[in-house]
């Protein structure tokens, strides 16, 4: 187990070495600590001793960074899932606000007419409507008028040359009636000359 053990250091060693030598800054301590740890082995036929206490202590040391890591990775996970939270509610709030601002847009852009609510342009059209079958009554109107009035015209005309078709057999009719009471009066006069 020992030598399984010092065989699986040293590759990690190496691989460590090989890594640290392509970088010459380090991200963690615990990379330092290899770092450290392999410079300061020693070399037996080709094999890099390591001290065992040193081994030991960067187990620890990795174990209590992989334990931070993992507590920093549910740190993590929970703020995220406060933020995801946060991030629904937002939208959430956002949807309602977006259709509180559609309801008021709405309400703001229509007018009562008669206790209902119209869209300005649909109010706009109703009041053009309006207004232009009031022009259509208006226009028949004039025309029934212009035609009544030229009626009435014409009824004037004619009842004006029908009084004086009247005035002028009325006047004809005094004379005549004139006339014929001289005559009846001669006559009378004739016959009580006579008597």
């Not at 006047?171 to 006579?194: F, I, P, V, W, Y």
């Amino acid at each position: 187990m020992t030598k399984k053990l010092y065989l699986f250091t040293i590759l990690i060693f190496s691989v460590i070495q090989s890594y640290a030598q392509d970088s010459l800054e380090t991200d963690t301590p615990i990379q330092d600590e290899f770092t450290q740890l392999i410079q300061k082995s020693n070399n037996y036929q080709g094999y890099k001793v390591v001290d065992y206490d040193k081994l030991i202590d960067l187990r620890n040391t990795t174990r209590n960074y992989i334990t931070e890591l993992k507590e920093e990775i549910v740190v993590q996970k929970n703020t995220m899932n406060q933020q995801n939270e946060e991030i629904e509610e937002l939208k959430s709030e956002l949807q309602a606000t977006q259709e509180d601002l559609k309801k008021v847009t709405e309400e703001k852009d229509a007018i009562m007419f008669l206790g209902m609510p119209f869209s300005k342009g649909g109010y706009m059209g109703m009041m053009w409507g309006i207004v232009a079958v009031l022009l259509l009554i208006l226009a028949i109107l004039f025309f029934k008028f212009k035609s009544s009035h030229s009626a009435t015209r014409d009824a004037k005309q004619k009842l004006s040359e029908t009084e004086r078709e009247f005035d002028s057999y009325r006047t004809k009719a005094l004379e005549k009636e004139q006339k014929l009471g001289r005559m009846l009066q001669d006559e009378r006069n004739k016959a009580s000359g006579n008597s």
